[in-house]
């Protein structure tokens, strides 16, 4: 049974950084893409930043230059480094592990931008 285990998250002031972690169990990441969404209150779910299993990397035009995605295979977990962090980044970030038509999901981490 794969399992997505995302930490990390809490209250930040703006301009301040956060770094999301996704620890996964039951399957090797290796082969997965691994992306980050985020949903806040009262919008839809959207795709933050993507590495696919060659390590390239893709992001959303909100956060380029901001956030930062890599993985670490051999400790099959992936990260997401956010820096100058915006009240709109407040959101539920999730990761997801995908190949093909599987994805699997974490339970989200609360990430609240606020002075």
């Known amino acids: 049974q794969v399992q997505l285990v995302e930490s990390g998250g809490g209250l930040v002031q703006p301009g301040g950084s956060r770094r999301l972690s996704c620890v996964a169990s039951?399957?090797?990441?290796?082969?997965?893409?691994m992306d980050w969404y985020r949903q806040a209150p009262g919008k839809q779910r959207e795709l933050v930043a993507a590495?696919?299993?060659?390590?390239?990397?893709n992001y959303a035009d909100s956060v380029k230059g901001r956030f930062t995605i890599s993985r670490d295979n051999a400790r099959n977990t992936g990260y997401l480094q956010m820096n100058s962090l915006k009240p709109e980044d407040t959101a539920v970030y999730y990761c997801?592990?995908?190949?093909?038509?599987?994805?699997?999901w974490g339970q989200g981490t609360q990430v609240t931008v606020s002075s």
């Open positions: 997801s592990l995908g190949v093909g038509s599987i994805n699997y």
């Open positions: 039951g399957t090797i990441i290796t082969i997965y893409h």
């Open positions: 590495i696919a299993s060659n390590g390239n990397t």
